[in-house]
């Protein structure tokens, strides 16, 4: 593969990534899922009045944008709201009725706490007929958090900090957290038991189940100590974790939020999959013949690359993009810099280049443009990627054991650095060949 072959596959999976992003941006997703029509809000087919205003609450790296949707076709009507979002994603100004703060993520942080002691306070308040509109997206469990009695902040970070080392995927992530909070599992919406509540999701959970998606603040709970005690002890980490999480686990009976009731609307409004098919058919219009080869995919994330370049290998010669849809764990080992989608791109590379697959890319990015702390959304490598790195003096298998797969890319090329997107629905994988191979012309009769 020469520069030029490598580089225009390079701007084709960024074209592709971008088409992707777009389909599932925040803003655009609430504003198809809302119409106001002739002073009632309609929602998912159903009409609903708004006597006294609508209060929002929105939590996670989306709420941002998903709030400016909702204040384009609601702005009159919101007349109050609190906004918890990720460190960085709060940059556009909204109007002051509407309370924005930031917080740390994955590992909670105090901000968080207090802003979602101070959004609880707001419900707890809410006039009789005040309608809740709920905005929820990925990261809003470590977003909003309000410890239950006998736990700390401190011990909700180290056991979150012992899952992700240890390299538990999300959905048992939550399902350890929710039975610590009293905000998870239905909790924020047991806070005004007597509005009623819309909550629109943009999803970041394989599967779209809304208990999982930020733990399920606003939907009947999945919150069961027995779960959580059973996958800390199926990730090793039961031992390491705080004294007061165990003893809180083994004698709490923590009872799942009040949840949806009958007046609840509770509505996915984009997930990976949308991302996907975006992606798919930019590549048609592109005249690139695409495949889906995954969806919903989760595993390890150098067992993934691997398995992903084992499909690049059987590929068809009349098919020239594989793309599919996930997201992938890493257990660290090392101490290196990466996250899930790098060292999904480089351990791809050294399977390419152990195959000899000269003529393809593998990509791995992160729809919110945040891999881990690594400040990028993935890389996209190739089957030359190992032997660049190599010349750099950074030994790529090596830096595969150690978890060190920034560096590798930093000195090979192909880190995608695409900031905060402002929309979360996991990862998509890419793979691109660069030439179409030779095939002979069918002989003419006659």
Known sequence: MNECDLQTARETVRRLFAAALRAVEPASAVKLALTWHDGALIVDGRLIATPQGVHLVAVGKAAVAMTHGALEVLDGTIVSGDVITKDGHADDVLPDRIRVHEAGHPIPDERGVDATSRALAELESLPGGR??????????????????????????????????????????????????????????????????????????????????????????????????????????????????????????????????????????????????????????????????????????????????????????????????????????????????????????????????????????????????????????????????????????EEALRGNDSVTVFEVAGGAVSTGPTGTNVNDLYFAVRTRRPVQMNPTREG
Do not use: C
């Open 131 to 396: 309608l809740v509109l709920a905005l929820i997206s990925g990261g809003g469990s470590a977003l909003l958090e309000a410890p239950r009695d006998g736990l700390s902040l401190e011990d909700f970070r180290s056991t979150t900090d012992l899952l992700l080392r240890a390299g538990a995927p999300i959905d048992a992530l939550n399902a350890v957290r929710a039975p610590m909070s009293r905000v998870k599992a239905g909790g924020l919406r047991a806070t005004a038991p007597d509005a009623v509540w819309i909550t629109l999701i943009l999803s970041d959970v394989l599967g779209n189940d809304p208990r999982i998606i930020a733990s399920g603040p606003t939907v009947a709970g999945r919150s069961d100590p027995d779960v959580a005690l059973a996958i800390l002890d199926r990730f090793g980490v039961r031992n390491a974790a705080p004294a007061a999480v165990i003893t809180h686990l083994e004698s709490d009976t923590a009872r799942p939020g009040a949840g949806a009731t009958v007046d609840d609307t509770v509505v996915i409004i984009g997930d990976n999959a949308s991302a996907v098919d975006a992606a798919y058919q930019a590549a048609r219009n592109d005249g690139i013949e695409p495949r889906i080869v995954w969806t919903a995919v989760e595993g390890e994330a150098a067992v993934l690359a691997r398995d992903f370049v084992e499909l690049v290998a059987k590929a068809p010669a009349g098919i020239d993009l594989l793309l599919g849809g996930g997201e992938a764990t890493v257990t660290v080992r090392g101490a290196g810099r990466g996250g899930r989608n790098t060292e999904f791109a480089l351990a791809a590379a050294l399977e390419l280049e152990r195959r000899g697959l000269h003529d393809w890319v593998v990509a791995s990015l992160g729809t919110d443009g945040q891999d881990a702390m690594t400040g990028l959304a993935g890389a996209i490598g190739d089957a030359k990627t190992p032997d660049r790195s190599r010349a750099a003096g950074i030994n790529p």
